[in-house]
């Protein structure tokens, strides 16, 4: 059942943001130099990785690390970059990674290909099993202002209780924290 609502719900949100994902791409080019999308490698179902689209919100020379680990990351951002991460327009191109089944709506955000931290706790927890989401019970719960042992926790306790029910719950509680802007540091 998960999948299948993964499937048309990716469909239906593609035809509905087409023009407005057109839009964000043409304003990350003319705003910057470089591509409109930034492909970041990332960890998913069983510690494979994979390929992750996002709008590009950060200046080409950007080091390749977790954006809590850079020193400035403001000094990073294009100059649309902050607005796309606010909003998290950024993360629309990974509808594409749900379509193809490579990501999930709700799951645990995908770690970093060099977040060995996370993904040695995660394992540890037995979350490696679950598709990465677009959004997660750790994102509700704290997105960027938590530390790597929170976020796996919080991954864990989403593996012991995961339903359809509490995904359109983490769906919903998602909603109204980017509507409110709640936990985004950048």
Request: hydrophobic share 50%; aromatic share 8%.
């Amino acid at each position: 059942m998960k999948r299948a609502f993964d499937i048309l719900m990716a469909l239906l949100a593609i035809a509905v943001l087409a023009i407005p994902m057109l839009l964000i791409a043409a304003m990350v080019r003319l705003t910057s130099p470089g591509p409109a999308l930034y492909w970041s490698a990332r960890v998913g179902r069983s510690n494979i990785p994979f390929q992750m689209p996002k709008f590009r919100s950060m200046r080409m020379d950007t080091p390749t690390v977790a954006t809590h680990l850079l020193e400035d990351p403001g000094i990073y951002l294009t100059p649309i970059g902050s607005l796309l991460r606010r909003t998290s327009l950024d993360e629309l191109p990974q509808l594409w990674c749900i379509l193809i089944g490579k990501m999930s709506f709700v799951g645990p955000r995908p770690a970093l290909f060099n977040q060995h931290d996370l993904i040695v706790l995660r394992t540890e927890k037995g979350v490696e099993c679950l598709l990465p989401g677009l959004t997660g019970w750790a994102q509700i719960n704290g997105r960027d202002e938590l530390d790597i042992q929170e976020k796996a926790e919080l991954d864990a306790e989403y593996l012991a209780n995961r339903s359809f029910a509490f995904d359109l719950y983490i769906l919903f509680r998602t909603g109204v924290n980017v509507l409110a802007r709640r936990n985004v540091a950048h």
